[in-house]
C-alpha cells in the first residue's frame, strides 16, 4: 500500500465522520424541520372522512367508530381540564403520581416522580400524560366497539364512569374498580392496577342483564394532540411505533402519518404506542390475542391529532345473565432497560425493549451499554465508568495498536531514506511510489496498519454516542466538577470567558450555533492536536495543512455533543499519545515530542522549496 494511499485513507475517514455529523446538525436537521412544516394540512377535514379513517375493522367488517378524534373541549393549560372533570387519583411510592379521568374512564394524567425537567431537584416532575383539549393533549383511553348491526349503547368519550368499592386513589396495592351503565341492562366496569413502576392492567368486563346476547370486541387507543417537538437526530426515532408479529418493528415520524393519514396491519399481534427520547407510552394487547393494528392521523380545525390503536379480533360474546371480561395492558412511563427488559421477560411482551431505540450498530450499543452500567454499579459515577470503558477498550486492542504503532515507528525511522526517495523522483510520480514500495518491503513496513487505531475507535465511538444520547440512565448523570450532566453539552463557554461576561453568544444569528465551545471540549482538542505530533507529518502540504486544521474542526463540532462523549474522547486521546509514545520509543524511534509541538510555532523559510513541482 502506498504512504499517500494509507493518508488519503484515514483522511477520508476522519472527513466522512465530519461531513456524517456536520450534514446532521446544518443541513438535514433544518430541512426535516421545514418539512414537517409544509407538511402540516391546515384545512380542516370533513367530519364524515375523519370518522371513516377512524372506523376499525374486524375481519373485514366495519365496526362503530371507535372515537371522536376531534378535541372534545379546549381548556387553557393543564390545570384547567384537571380541575373540569372528577378524577381518581394515581399515587405509586415512587413511581407515579395522577388521576384517571372518570369522564371518559381515560387515562389522561401522569407524571413521573422519578424524574425532573432540568438537574435542579427543586425543578417541577416530568409530566408524561395530559387531558383532552388542553395543550400537547395526550392520553390513553380502553373500550368497547361492536361490530355492524349491534345497537348497543356503549361507552364513549363523554360516558361518566363512577367508582365502585371504597378504595379512591390508584396505588401499586390498591386497583380501583369504575363502573358505567348503559341504562339498557349491560353494566361496564373497568380496574385499573398499576406495578411499582410503570405498568398498568386494565381489566374491562360486561355484565349483561338483559334478555339477549351481546358481542363485542375490545380495543385500546394512544392519543397525541399536536406534533410534539423532537430531535429529529438519526440516531434515534421519536414518534409512533410498534412491535406488531410477523411485521416486526413498525416506526413512523409524525410527518410520515401526516402523509399517510391511516396505516393499517390486520391479523398481527403486539403493542403499538409512541416514544419520545426518554419516555414511552404503549398499548399491550394480550400476547396471544389476535389484533389489527392503526396508525392514524387527522387534523380537524388544524390541530394535529395523532392515533395508535388496536382492535382486538376475537370477540366477547356475553350471554344474559353472564359476565365476561377482557386483559390488556398500557405502559406509560421512563425508558428504563431494566424496567422493558423485566415486563418482557414476565409477561411475555413481544420486543418492548424496542421501546429504546438501540440503532443500527445494537451489537455494539447493547453490550457497551451492560459494561458502561456494571462498571457504574461498582464506581458510583457513570463517568468514571465511561473512564473505565475506555481503558478496557484500549486494553482489549492493545496488540492490534502495538503492531500499528510498531509500524509507525518504523516510517518514523526510514523519514529521511522517504525523502531522499521524494527528492531523487520529483519529476517521476510513478518511479517514487515504487521506489517507496520497495523501501516499506525491505523494511517490513505496512503503512494500512496506521488505519487501525481509527477504524477500531469508530464503531465504539457511535456505540458510546449513542448509549449517552438514549440512555435514560445517562440524563443528568454528574461528574466532577462543572459537569452536573453527562447527555447534556459542557455548560461552560470560552467566549463568554466561562461565564465571567454576562453575554450568552449562542443567541447571536447564523453564528450562535458555532460559538458554544466548553473547557472539555477545549482538552479534547489540545489532545487531538499532540496526538497528531506524534505521527508521521504528511509530506503533501496539503494534507499537512487538513491535518493541521482538523482538530480545530473537531473542537468546534463536539462543543454541542453530550459531555460525556467529549470527556471519553478527550481521555481515549490522553491513553492513545502515552500508548504511542512509549511503544514507539520501545522500537527504537525518535520521538521528540515537545519538538514537534514547538516546530508548529516556528516559520518555516524553505516552505517554497518544499512545495512539489508538477
Same mark, same amino acid.
Given at each position: 500500500m502506498q504512504s499517500d494511499n494509507n493518508r488519503n485513507m484515514i483522511l477520508a475517514i476522519v472527513l466522512s465522520v465530519v461531513v456524517l455529523f456536520g450534514w446532521q446538525f446544518f443541513v438535514a436537521g433544518p430541512q426535516l424541520e421545514q418539512a414537517q412544516k409544509r407538511a402540516q394540512i391546515e384545512l380542516q377535514e370533513r367530519a364524515a372522512a375523519d370518522a371513516a379513517l377512524a372506523t376499525p375493522s374486524?375481519?373485514?367488517?366495519?365496526?362503530?367508530?371507535?372515537?371522536?378524534?376531534?378535541?372534545?373541549?379546549?381548556?387553557?393549560?393543564?390545570?384547567?381540564?384537571?380541575?373540569?372533570?372528577?378524577?381518581?387519583? *394515581?399515587?405509586?411510592?415512587?413511581?407515579?403520581?395522577?388521576? *384517571?379521568?372518570?369522564?371518559?374512564?381515560?387515562?389522561?394524567d401522569l407524571q413521573l416522580k422519578r424524574y425532573h425537567e432540568t438537574v435542579d431537584d427543586n425543578s417541577p416532575i416530568i409530566t408524561l400524560l395530559i387531558p383532552d383539549g388542553a395543550p400537547g393533549g395526550y392520553f390513553i383511553e380502553h373500550g368497547w366497539t361492536a361490530p355492524a348491526g349491534v345497537t348497543a349503547k356503549l361507552p364513549d368519550a363523554q360516558s361518566q364512569w363512577t367508582i365502585e368499592g371504597d378504595n379512591q386513589t390508584l396505588t401499586e396495592t390498591t386497583p380501583v374498580t369504575i363502573r358505567w351503565d348503559n341504562g339498557e341492562g349491560v353494566v361496564f366496569r373497568r380496574t385499573f392496577a398499576v406495578d411499582p413502576d410503570y405498568l398498568f392492567t386494565?381489566?374491562?368486563?360486561?355484565?349483561?342483564t338483559g334478555s339477549t346476547a351481546l358481542t363485542l370486541f375490545p380495543y385500546?387507543?394512544?392519543?397525541?394532540?399536536?406534533?410534539?417537538?423532537?430531535?429529529n437526530f438519526f440516531i434515534q426515532h421519536e414518534g409512533p411505533l410498534g412491535v406488531l408479529g410477523s411485521n416486526n418493528l413498525i416506526s413512523k415520524k409524525y410527518s410520515d402519518i401526516q402523509n399517510d393519514k391511516k396505516v393499517q396491519l390486520d391479523g398481527t399481534t403486539g403493542w403499538v404506542g409512541y416514544t419520545d427520547k426518554y419516555w414511552a407510552t404503549a398499548i399491550i394487547a394480550d400476547p396471544k390475542a389476535p389484533i389489527n393494528a392503526t396508525f392514524y392521523y387527522s387534523s380537524p380545525a388544524g390541530t394535529d391529532i395523532y392515533q395508535s390503536s388496536f382492535v382486538e379480533t376475537t370477540p366477547v360474546t356475553v350471554a344474559p345473565g353472564a359476565t365476561a371480561q377482557n386483559t390488556s395492558y398500557a405502559f406509560a412511563g421512563a425508558k428504563k432497560e431494566a424496567v422493558l427488559d423485566l415486563y418482557q421477560r414476565t409477561y411475555g411482551f413481544d420486543r418492548l425493549d424496542l421501546l429504546i431505540d438501540w440503532g443500527w450498530l445494537f451489537f455494539f450499543t447493547k453490550p457497551m451499554f451492560y459494561l458502561i452500567t456494571l462498571l457504574y454499579g461498582v464506581l458510583g459515577n457513570f463517568g468514571l465508568a465511561i473512564l473505565a470503558v475506555t481503558v478496557l477498550v484500549k486494553a482489549v486492542f492493545f496488540p492490534l495498536a502495538s503492531r500499528s504503532y510498531k509500524s509507525m515507528a518504523a516510517m518514523r525511522r526510514v523519514q529521511p531514506e522517504m525523502k531522499s526517495i521524494q527528492e531523487r523522483f520529483k519529476d517521476d510520480r510513478v518511479q517514487q511510489q515504487q521506489a517507496m514500495m520497495e523501501l516499506y518491503k525491505k523494511e517490513k513496513i505496512n503503512p494500512l496498519s496506521g488505519c487501525w487505531p481509527v477504524l477500531i475507535q469508530v464503531p465504539v465511538f457511535f456505540a458510546l454516542y449513542t448509549v449517552i444520547f438514549i440512555s435514560l440512565e445517562m440524563?443528568?448523570?454528574?461528574?466532577?466538577?462543572?459537569?452536573?450532566?453527562?447527555?447534556?453539552?459542557?455548560?461552560?463557554?470560552?467566549?463568554?470567558?466561562?461565564?465571567? *461576561?454576562?453575554?450568552?453568544?449562542?443567541?447571536?444569528?447564523?453564528?450562535?450555533?458555532?460559538?458554544?465551545?466548553? *473547557?472539555?471540549?477545549?482538552?479534547?482538542g489540545i489532545t487531538m492536536w499532540v496526538q497528531m505530533k506524534l505521527n508521521p507529518p504528511p509530506t503533501d502540504p496539503t494534507q499537512a495543512m487538513i491535518f493541521n486544521w482538523m482538530p480545530i474542526i473537531f473542537t468546534f463540532m463536539l462543543g454541542t455533543f453530550p459531555a460525556g462523549l467529549v470527556i471519553y474522547w478527550a481521555w481515549n486521546n490522553a491513553l492513545s499519545v502515552t500508548q504511542q509514545y512509549f511503544i514507539m520509543k520501545r522500537h527504537g524511534a525518535e520521538v521528540n515530542l515537545l519538538g514537534n509541538i514547538l516546530d508548529s510555532f516556528r516559520r518555516k523559510p524553505k516552505a517554497a522549496a518544499d512545495k512539489p513541482t508538477n
Open positions: 374486524v375481519d373485514g367488517q366495519a365496526a362503530t367508530p371507535v372515537v371522536n378524534n376531534g378535541v372534545t373541549q379546549a381548556f387553557a393549560d393543564r390545570t384547567t381540564a384537571l380541575a373540569a372533570t372528577p378524577r381518581v387519583k *394515581i399515587d405509586t411510592a415512587n413511581a407515579l403520581s395522577g388521576s *384517571i379521568n372518570l369522564t371518559g374512564g381515560r387515562l389522561d386494565v381489566t374491562q368486563s360486561i355484565e349483561n385500546a387507543k394512544v392519543v397525541r394532540q399536536g406534533t410534539p417537538k423532537v430531535a440524563r443528568h448523570a454528574p461528574f466532577f466538577g462543572w459537569i452536573v450532566d453527562l447527555a447534556a453539552p459542557d455548560p461552560t463557554n470560552i467566549f463568554n470567558l466561562f461565564g465571567l *461576561i454576562p453575554w450568552e453568544p449562542t443567541t447571536l444569528p447564523i453564528l450562535g450555533s458555532f460559538l458554544h465551545l466548553g *473547557i472539555w471540549p477545549v482538552i479534547m
